[in-house]
């Protein structure tokens, strides 16, 4: 009953930002974690981020630590993700996803709804 909706990927040069928004409709997200999660050809989907709705609480993986910043507008029921300093490697398909767990999981495996991904290419 949740559709999420991703954007703001694009190409972007090494040492530069990007903002991904996550549009999100459907049920309410009080009790739901928000995450993004990145995954490069032929790797595994990967933990970027994620804040829990209410009360805000966060977590990153250590590769980002510092660099990106993940929020919510709970007016706009958006979830956005900040990243500074990108790196080549970072290029990926970026997914943001939705959990109805109440802690900030880092296994996509226990998130239950998907937006369907945004490009994001850093050159090098």
């Known amino acids: 009953q949740v559709q999420l909706v991703d954007s703001g990927g694009g190409l972007v040069q090494a040492g530069g930002s990007l903002r991904l928004s996550c549009a999100a409709s459907?049920?309410?997200?009080?009790?739901?974690?928000m995450g993004w999660f990145r995954q490069a050809p032929g790797k595994e989907r990967e933990f970027v981020a994620a804040v829990k709705w209410s009360g805000g609480s966060t977590a990153y993986g250590d590769s980002v630590k510092g660099r990106f910043t993940i929020s919510r507008d709970k007016a706009k029921n958006t979830v956005y993700l900040q990243m500074n300093s990108l790196k080549p490697e970072e290029t990926a398909v970026y997914y943001c996803?939705?959990?109805?767990?109440?802690?900030?999981?880092?296994?996509?495996?226990?998130?239950?709804?998907w937006g369907q991904g945004t490009q994001v290419t850093v050159s090098s």
């Open positions: 459907g049920r309410t997200f009080s009790s739901y974690v």
């Open positions: 996803a939705a959990d109805r767990s109440v802690a900030v999981g880092r296994d996509a495996a226990g998130y239950d709804y």
